[in-house]
């Protein structure tokens, strides 16, 4: 079972707008939150992480928001360019673990001219 | 400062066929991983490392073993090759505050 959910499955933009991608986990007990950036045919890339006690992180046009109480996650990203077309990956640690990472399935997001 | 590489990029298999993924880092992190990623699931992880001469277990490690002589190195192994194991291989290491992929092998099995 997935613990991490992640919404929309898929998403189709215009340059320069702005949008939303959602995660939702059912992690227990909570270390960190990840978003991670993933082009075709590449690996992941970290684009931020949260612990327990952030609320928001940003890197550039992305911004990321955790809300540990209602164990949701957001990440925006502004202004879209054509080069954010990629896979938007949640991944949610477990406390205590040395090694366990929970993947969502990804967000594919096309930014079109 | 390669970070994380991968060998080979592409390879197809027939069914029953041996082969190893060798990943190699230059970050000299102690933890290494192998994930598969397939269609509409998120990734996976096969076995783990945390240090040279230890390997363990991870999600799905069904058919695939693993060694780790060298700190640098990680390698995943397929004795006998299925069709179910077709997909998209990554090692990552994990370093202080994140981790680091590989750019991933794509393995068909026919």
């Known amino acids: 079972k997935n613990q991490v959910e992640q919404s929309p499955q898929s998403l189709i933009i215009l340059e320069g707008k702005n949008c939303t991608l959602q995660c939702n986990y059912t992690v227990s007990p909570f270390s960190n939150l990840r978003w991670y950036k993933q082009d075709t045919g590449r690996g992941p890339v970290s684009l931020t992480i949260m612990t327990f006690s952030e609320n928001t992180k940003s890197n550039g046009r992305y911004t990321a928001t955790l809300d540990a109480d209602t164990k949701q996650s957001s990440l925006h990203i502004t202004a879209s360019q054509l080069s954010d077309s990629a896979s938007y990956i949640c991944?949610?640690?477990?406390?205590?673990?040395?090694?366990?990472?929970?993947f969502g399935k990804g967000t594919s997001l096309l930014v079109t001219p | 400062n390669a970070g994380v590489t991968q060998t080979p990029k592409f390879r197809v298999l027939k069914t029953g066929q041996s082969m190893t993924l060798l990943c190699a880092q230059d970050?000299?992190?102690?933890?290494m991983y192998w994930y598969r990623q397939d269609p509409g699931m998120g990734l996976r992880l096969i076995h783990y490392?945390?240090?040279?001469?230890?390997?363990a277990k991870g999600e799905v490690p069904d058919g695939y073993n693993v060694s780790r002589l060298k700190k640098q190195n990680f390698l995943l192994g397929l004795e006998s090759a299925a069709p179910s194991q077709t997909s998209v291989y990554f090692c990552?290491?994990?370093?202080?505050?994140?981790?680091?992929f590989g750019p991933g092998t794509r393995l068909t099995v026919t």
């Open positions: 970050m000299n992190h102690e933890y």
């Open positions: 991944v949610v640690s477990y406390s205590n673990s040395g090694y366990a990472l929970n």
């Open positions: 490392s945390v240090g040279e001469g230890t390997t």
């Open positions: 990552a290491t994990r370093g202080p505050y994140e981790q680091y």
